[in-house]
């Protein structure tokens, strides 16, 4: 029987609804976990924020990405990206299966955005090698992807060769789907909405996508189906809807 796994990428925004309206972590919690992903990529997470902490009552006491997965995903990793007097934000990574190793590498190309490339080696059974996972924020310029998209080819080249399964997931801020060109043949990856439905999801914003910004690529993985969550209840917790894909080792 052929391993299987659930990926889920979300951009979280930091746990607060659309326009910041109201604090929606913990209903965040709740539908992300009906979701049923094995391994969850994870954008604008909250490490630390004391004056978030300080005006909501309800505000968690752990990190959000150990809040979000407590009793589900045993393990977690986390690369605070932007780092400010009263908190940070990064990426961070939910498995249930064992993470092996984990690292963060600065992406970040001017000082006014903070990037970051959150890479694991995940131990999965049925898969004789570690499985490279990457969870990625881009930037918001046409130059700065560029340059972060090379950086990360460069780094899997030298970690992650010969074809090693991988799975990479995040926001791209990629609405003209330059991605492809930088990473598909490069990498040898698929993006698993295209290979379903020959273009990438529309994934912001929740309400009603236009934006094709988040993307899961996959290399040494068949895709069985992918899917884009929005419209209520989703556009009530975050402005971008989450993606998950399941995806069968070939």
């Known amino acids: 029987m052929s391993t299987t796994l659930r990926i889920c990428t979300y951009n979280i925004h930091k746990g607060f609804s659309q326009f910041n309206r109201r604090l929606a972590i913990h209903e965040l919690r709740d539908r992300l ?96 090698q570690p499985v490279h996972c990457v969870c990625v924020h881009l930037g918001l310029t046409a130059g700065s992807r560029r340059r972060q998209m090379a950086a990360l080819v460069k780094r899997l080249d030298t970690l992650a060769p010969d074809g090693a399964p991988l799975i990479i997931a995040g926001d791209f801020n990629d609405w003209r789907n330059h991605a492809d060109d930088c990473l598909t043949m490069p990498l040898g990856v698929t993006e698993v909405f295209t290979s ?40 009530q917790i975050s402005d971008h809807a989450p993606l998950t894909a399941q995806i069968r080792l070939r």
């Open 196 to 235: 379903i439905r020959g273009r990438p999801a529309r994934s912001f914003p929740s309400t009603l996508p236009v934006l094709r910004l988040d993307r899961i690529y996959v290399r040494g993985f068949a895709v069985d189906r992918a899917e884009v969550h929005y419209g209520t209840p989703w556009s």
């Open 33 to 128: 976990r009906l979701l049923g992903a094995d391994v969850v990529f994870l954008q604008e997470v909250q490490g630390m924020h004391l004056r978030h902490a300080s005006r909501h009552p309800d505000w968690p006491q752990l990190p959000q990405h150990e809040f979000l997965a407590h009793d589900v995903w045993q393990q977690t990793a986390y690369g605070g990206n932007a780092v400010y007097d009263h908190g940070h934000h990064g990426n961070a990574i939910l498995s249930r299966h064992p993470i092996l190793s984990q690292a963060n590498q600065d992406v970040s190309d001017h000082r006014f955005e903070s990037r970051g490339l959150l890479h694991c080696e995940i131990r999965v059974d049925g898969v004789a």
